[in-house]
């Protein structure tokens, strides 16, 4: 059996190497390289190992980007991500009745996405789920005043401190005003492009790490009494 595996790698060696010769050989500049025994080991193996990298790292990161596995140094070399610059918030109120409705909106327009029968039961739920029929847009900008009191700013501002501007804008807002009825940062519900529900326990999470950042446009409602 090891004779017989010998013979064939001697058999495709020489494949090879009558394939690379051609190659080496093809142009005036490379012929050069076959004048010697040695020159020629040298090239072909130096072509041999291009291809094998070149395949290897293909592989490789194409396996990264479908997440079949992961990067080999990814604990050594952690990637900071951009922390998010300014975002538009599209506002709107409901109340705590409601919220179950809420809920049953996002995860209908989650399923829309795919889905376009969903629509029409999107538009219904709307009307179920808030008590504006309309939301508002706002533009939010984030300075290094909004960061540089967190324990790592360069991950940008946290979930926590949005809650905050959005709530401090929510009561400055004539817009809004006969809404505002002694609401805190609980009742601030945020949900990021992906119509992802960023929860209560997240709120010491930075915004680039649930999944909102720069020039996103992102919901925000606020639970009225």
């Known amino acids: 059996m090891n004779s017989n595996l010998f013979e064939l790698t001697k058999y495709y060696w020489n494949e090879v190497d009558i394939c690379l010769t051609k190659f080496i050989g093809s142009t005036s500049i490379t012929q050069d390289l076959l004048n010697t025994p040695w020159s020629k080991y040298i090239t072909e193996s130096i072509i041999i190992t291009s291809i094998v990298l070149i395949i290897y790292e293909s592989i490789y990161w194409t396996g990264i980007h479908f997440k ?10 952690t990637e900071v991500p951009i922390h998010c610059a300014h975002v538009y918030v599209r506002l709107n109120v409901s109340s705590r009745d409601k919220a179950k409705y809420i809920d049953e909106y996002y995860e209908l327009k989650q399923n829309s996405k795919y889905n376009i029968l969903n629509w029409k039961c999107l538009s219904d739920k709307k009307e179920e789920a808030f008590t504006n029929e ?6 939010f900008e984030f300075s290094p005043e909004d960061f540089e009191m967190n324990q790592e700013p360069e991950f940008g501002s946290t979930i926590s401190h949005l809650r905050s501007k959005i709530l401090e804008l929510f009561k400055s807002s004539k817009v809004f005003e006969k809404y505002v009825d002694g609401q805190d940062s609980k009742d601030v519900i945020i949900f990021n492009k992906h119509s992802e529900k960023i929860t209560n326990d997240k709120d010491n999470e930075y915004l680039v790490k649930c999944s909102i950042e720069t020039g996103d446009v992102i919901d925000c409602i606020i639970i009225c009494p």
Not at 68 to 77: C, P, R, T
Not at 134 to 139: A, D, G, M, N, S
């Open 68 to 77: 079949l596995w992961e990067y080999h140094a990814k604990d050594i070399f």
């Open 134 to 139: 309309e939301f508002v847009k706002y533009h």
